[in-house]
């Protein structure tokens, strides 16, 4: 210790030095800067992202196709009709998907692009539609 009292005897007893132009740092934020180095940014969210599940398309035979036909035609004719839909959303980032509901009445169809629109401004594509629930639409 008296080793260093000697190097140092210029400079020991001076004023500790106050910078004009930034303010004095408070502990927390002088210790922020020594916190760990957080190398795998994004990791919990690629974790989480791994293990979320999802449903897988079914495909649908022939009549049941032929079911929904006749459905979706019955509902065009009679817009006062409401029905309820359940339709396959693609995931964007995994393979499959989930099934989603909405409910409305067909307001309208679009041959070339293969889709229906609800009252409520709702575009379901005539391929992901699984199912069409109603009690007024006949079997």
């Given at each position: 210790m008296?080793?260093?009292?000697?190097?140092?005897?210029?400079?020991?007893?001076?004023?500790?030095?106050?910078?004009?132009?930034?303010?004095?740092?408070?502990?927390?934020?002088?210790?922020?800067?020594?916190?760990?180095?957080?190398?795998l940014t994004?990791?919990?969210?690629?974790?989480?992202?791994?293990?979320?599940?999802?449903?897988?398309?079914?495909?649908?035979?022939?009549?049941?196709?032929?079911?929904?036909?006749?459905?979706?035609?019955?509902?065009?004719?009679?817009?006062?009709?409401?029905?309820?839909f359940?339709?396959?959303?693609?995931?964007?980032?995994?393979?499959?998907?989930?099934?989603?509901?909405?409910?409305?009445?067909?307001?309208?169809?679009?041959?070339?692009?293969?889709?229906?629109?609800?009252?409520?401004?709702?575009?379901?594509?005539i391929?992901d539609?699984?199912?069409?629930?109603?009690?007024?639409?006949?079997?």
């Open positions: 008296e080793d260093a009292r000697k190097k140092y005897a210029d400079i020991i007893e001076h004023e500790h030095h106050v910078s004009a132009k930034h303010p004095r740092m408070s502990r927390l934020n002088r210790a922020a800067q020594f916190a760990p180095f957080a190398a994004g990791y919990d969210d690629l974790i989480v992202e791994t293990a979320r599940e999802t449903q897988t398309r079914v495909k649908l035979d022939e009549s049941e196709k032929g079911e929904l036909n006749k459905k979706l035609v019955y509902l065009l004719e009679h817009s006062e009709v409401a029905a309820r359940k339709y396959f959303v693609q995931d964007r980032w995994k393979s499959g998907g989930e099934y989603l509901s909405a409910r409305g009445r067909v307001v309208g169809y679009s041959e070339l692009g293969r889709c229906i629109y609800l009252d409520d401004g709702t575009t379901l594509f391929d539609i699984a199912g069409i629930d109603t009690d007024d639409v006949p079997e």
